[in-house]
């Protein structure tokens, strides 16, 4: 016959809750960031005239997201409009004029 013991029940009050609250602020910080950082990711792959279908880049080779990244990052934007509007830079250097 199994007789429960006192520390059995204790089990719950050994996980400590700090990283467990830590987890889920970060889990909720990266859903609410998810969609505006897929948004600006969108927006620079049109200012270097690509479609904003390379996004799912990352999702198929997941391996090379930080490549992809670093490109995004490093990559000069297209001299002039491209297919999808004008270059912002060049609107802006207009305008202070």
Do not use: C
């Not at 049109?46 to 391996?63: K, R, T």
């Not at 992809?68 to 000069?76: C, E, G, N, S």
């Amino acid at each position: 016959m199994n007789i429960l013991n006192v520390n059995d029940l204790n089990v719950l009050s050994q996980i400590e809750v700090i990283p467990i609250l830590l987890i889920l602020v970060a889990s909720l910080i990266l859903i609410i960031l998810f969609l505006p950082l897929n948004f600006l990711m969108i927006r620079r792959l049109h200012d270097l005239n690509f479609s904003g279908w390379w996004i799912i880049f990352p999702i198929v080779f997941p391996f090379g997201y930080f490549i992809f990244i670093l490109y995004l990052i490093l990559a000069k934007g297209t001299n002039g409009p491209n297919k999808y509007g004008e270059n912002p830079l060049e609107l802006t250097k207009s305008s202070n004029v």
